[in-house]
C-alpha cells in the first residue's frame, strides 16, 4: 500500500468527490498508473479555483483508490483527461498546510506541492489523515 498527495483547485477535487473519482495533472494518465487498489490519496488546494488566485491551502480530500485502470472521460470537445475510482471517506475536515508546515518530516515533502502528485510516507500520511477524520 502506498500514499500519495494529489494537488488540485477546491473546485475541481469537489466535483472528484461528487463523482468518485480522482484526476491529476491536467488529466494525464501516468500518475493515475502509479496508484494501485488499496493506495491512499489525500488531495491539497492550494487554491479555491484554477482560475482564481483565491487561497485555499488546505488539505480536502481523502480516498483510496479502487480496482480498475485510468480511463479517458469527456469533459468538453477536445478535452478528455484520464480518470480513476476512488473511495472518498464522507465526513471528513480540512486540515490547514500550515498545521502540517513546521513538522520536520513534512520539510521533506513541501517542494513538491508544485508538481501536483507525489507519493508520502504512512507517518506522513497518517498524521495528516488523522487530522481530516471527525470523530462521530
Not at 6 to 28: D, I, M, R, T, Y
Not at 30 to 44: H, Q
Not at 65 to 78: D, K, Q, T, V
Request: hydrophobic share 40%.
Amino acid at each position: 500500500m502506498n500514499y500519495w498527495i494529489g494537488v488540485a483547485s477546491k473546485n475541481h477535487v469537489e466535483l472528484g468527490v461528487a463523482g468518485g473519482f480522482c484526476q491529476l495533472c491536467h488529466g494525464k494518465s501516468a500518475p493515475l498508473n502509479r496508484m494501485k487498489a488499496g493506495d491512499w490519496l489525500i488531495y491539497y488546494a492550494p487554491k479555491q479555483s484554477l482560475k482564481s488566485k483565491e487561497p485555499c491551502q488546505e488539505f480536502i480530500a481523502l480516498g483510496q483508490i479502487l480496482p480498475g485502470e485510468a480511463y479517458p472521460f469527456e469533459m468538453a470537445p477536445g478535452f478528455t483527461p484520464d480518470r480513476k475510482d476512488i473511495d472518498f471517506l464522507k465526513n471528513i475536515q480540512s486540515v490547514p498546510l500550515k498545521a502540517v508546515a513546521e513538522l520536520p518530516l513534512w520539510q521533506e515533502y513541501r517542494s513538491r506541492l508544485r508538481f501536483g502528485h507525489f507519493q508520502i510516507p504512512e507517518q506522513l500520511f497518517s498524521f495528516i489523515a488523522s487530522g481530516m477524520k471527525k470523530e462521530v
